[in-house]
C-alpha cells in the first residue's frame, strides 16, 4: 500500500471518528453542530490539497492528482474502497443535500410538520463530498433502511411488552374499568408519533447516516 493510499485511509477513519461524533451529540441533544459538518468539509479539502501535492511529489502533477480520482484502499477483510474525483465527490455533494432539501421541504408543505433538520441535510452535502453519487446514494438509502427497522422494531417491541405487562396485571386491570381505555389510547398515540418520529426531528438521525456511510464505504 502507498502513503498515498494510507493517507486516503486515515482520511476515511477521521470521517467515521466524526461521525461517531456526531452520532453521539444528536442522541443526546438532537442537532448536528455545524462546526462538525465544517470540519467535515475541510477535512475533505485538505485530504484533496495533500492528494495533489503527493501527485505533483511523484511527478505526476499537483492538478491531475487533486482532481483526479483518489487512490483505492484495501481494508480487512480484503474489501475495497474505490476513490472518487474531485467533480464525482462535488456531485454527490449537490444532488444529496439537494435532494435531501427538497424532499424536506415537501414533506413539510403537505403534513405542515417540521421535517428533517438542516444539520442533517449539512451532514448529508459534506459526506457526498467523500462518497460521490453511487455510494451517496448508497449511504442515504441505507440509513433510511436503517431508521424504518429501528422504530419498527421498537413499536414491535414496545407492543409484545404492553402485552405481557397486560397479560401479568390482568387481576389488577380489571379492579380499574378505565385503565384498559387509557393505556390503549396512550400505546396508539405513542405508535403514531413512533412513525412520524424519522421526519419530525424527533429521533436523531445522524447515528443511521453514520451506518449508512459505512455500508458505503463497504458495499
Known amino acids: 500500500m502507498t502513503y498515498v493510499s ?27 453542530p455545524n462546526v462538525l459538518a465544517g470540519a467535515l468539509g475541510l477535512l475533505w479539502l485538505a485530504w484533496r490539497v495533500v492528494l495533489g501535492f503527493a501527485g505533483a511529489h511523484m511527478g505526476l502533477g499537483f492538478r491531475a492528482e487533486f482532481l483526479g480520482p483518489a487512490p483505492d484502499v484495501l481494508v480487512p477483510p ?22 435531501l432539501l427538497v424532499l424536506t421541504t415537501v414533506y413539510e408543505l403537505v403534513r405542515r410538520k417540521e421535517a428533517f433538520g438542516g444539520g442533517d441535510i449539512k451532514l448529508m452535502a459534506v459526506l457526498g463530498l467523500f462518497l460521490g453519487l453511487e455510494r451517496g446514494v448508497v449511504c442515504l438509502l441505507a440509513a433510511c433502511v436503517l431508521s424504518v427497522a429501528y422504530v419498527l422494531g421498537r413499536e414491535l417491541g414496545r407492543r409484545v411488552m404492553g402485552r405481557g405487562r397486560r397479560d401479568c ?23 403514531e408519533q413512533d412513525r412520524d418520529s424519522l421526519l419530525a426531528g424527533t429521533m436523531p438521525f445522524a447515528p443511521f447516516i453514520a451506518l449508512g456511510t459505512l455500508v458505503a464505504f463497504v458495499a
Not at 480484503?78 to 443535500?97: D, K, P, R, T, Y
Not at 396485571?169 to 405508535?191: D, K, M, Q, W, Y
Open 6 to 32: 494510507v493517507i486516503t485511509l486515515v482520511t476515511y477513519a477521521l470521517v467515521l471518528g466524526l461521525l461517531a461524533v456526531v452520532s453521539v451529540i444528536d442522541v443526546r441533544s438532537r442537532r448536528v
Open 78 to 99: 480484503g474489501l475495497e474502497i474505490g476513490g472518487i474525483s474531485f467533480a464525482s465527490g462535488i456531485l454527490g455533494a449537490v444532488v444529496l443535500g439537494g435532494g
Open 169 to 191: 396485571n390482568t387481576g389488577a386491570a380489571t379492579t380499574s374499568a378505565g385503565e384498559p381505555f387509557l393505556s390503549g389510547a396512550i400505546r396508539e398515540v405513542s405508535a
